[in-house]
């Protein structure tokens, strides 16, 4: 279980406008067990921000972040055990291979050879990942990147599973095959949590949606809650009557 709260976020401003950016402003939701919750807003709203003091690489400068009931700031390491990151940058190492990637970050977290071949195989099947696995990963699709990417972030078996816009850039298979994988991520009791700026996706994955616009919550709930709350039958429209515009948020 993952708990934000009161969560802000500055950034001095850089170049002619030097006006402080106000990028996360007083964010707080809970992500439980065994739902997949989605973070939906248009680009600039403050996802990535949320989700990066949500992994511990950024500090808040108010507010906090539970991961397990725990405050992450009180012991950051165990809640980076507790753990699974997909960070919009992958950052997958070229000069390996997929299976190579995956094994270092296993190495990282102290898993013996035998769990770090048996949890390799079993990503690489859920993941479809077979056929690249022992390619080196320099000139990998977006998609084999990503996979990757995610492969490696899950070698430790995390209760807690973030990802930074998951789908970026992929195609419709791809796309298809990694919502099944998140699914089966959830049923198998995990906490997940993904941010995107495709209400579709969101609509078609997420047990709760957190609507964010401008560094805040504006809304959160069940889609039938949001349709609901905005008095619209559309979820489409819904969303646009909570951002305030429709801007950025269609694939
Ligand atoms: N390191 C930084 N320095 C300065 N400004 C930043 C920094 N990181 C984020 N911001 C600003 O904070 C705001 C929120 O950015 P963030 O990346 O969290 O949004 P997002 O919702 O993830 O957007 P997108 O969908 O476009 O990735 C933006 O105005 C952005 O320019």
């Not at 500090?59 to 906090?64: D, I, K, L, M, S």
């Amino acid at each position: 279980m993952i708990t934000a709260e009161h969560l802000r976020k500055t950034f001095p401003g850089k170049g002619k406008d030097s006006t402080r950016v106000v990028a996360v402003d007083d964010v707080g939701f809970t992500a439980h067990d065994g739902q997949i919750t989605g973070l939906l807003g248009p680009n600039g709203a403050g996802k990535t921000t949320t989700l990066r003091m949500l992994y511990t690489l950024m500090a808040p400068e108010q507010g906090r972040v539970l991961i397990d009931g725990r405050d992450v700031a009180a012991d950051p390491a165990a809640a980076r055990r507790a753990l699974g990151v997909l960070p919009d940058a992958r950052g997958v190492y070229k000069r390996l291979t997929a299976r190579e990637n995956i094994r270092y970050f296993g190495e990282l977290h102290g898993l013996s050879r035998a769990d770090i071949e048996q949890r390799t195989q079993a990503l690489s099947q859920a993941l479809q990942m077979d056929d690249f696995l022992d390619r080196q990963t320099e000139g990998f699709s977006q998609g084999q990147r990503t996979k990757t990417a995610i492969a490696r972030a899950l070698v430790h078996d995390p209760r807690n599973v973030i990802l930074d816009e998951p789908t970026n850039g992929l195609d419709v298979m791809t796309t298809r095959g990694l919502r099944g994988f998140l699914k089966q991520l959830r049923d198998e009791g995990r906490c997940v949590i993904f941010s995107s700026h495709i209400m579709q996706e969101v609509a078609a994955l997420c047990d709760r949606i957190v609507v964010i616009a401008h560094g805040k919550v504006v809304a959160q709930g069940t889609s039938d809650e949001l349709r609901a709350q905005t008095g619209e039958d559309n979820l489409e429209e819904a969303f646009v009557k909570l951002i305030g515009s429709e801007e950025g948020l269609h694939a």
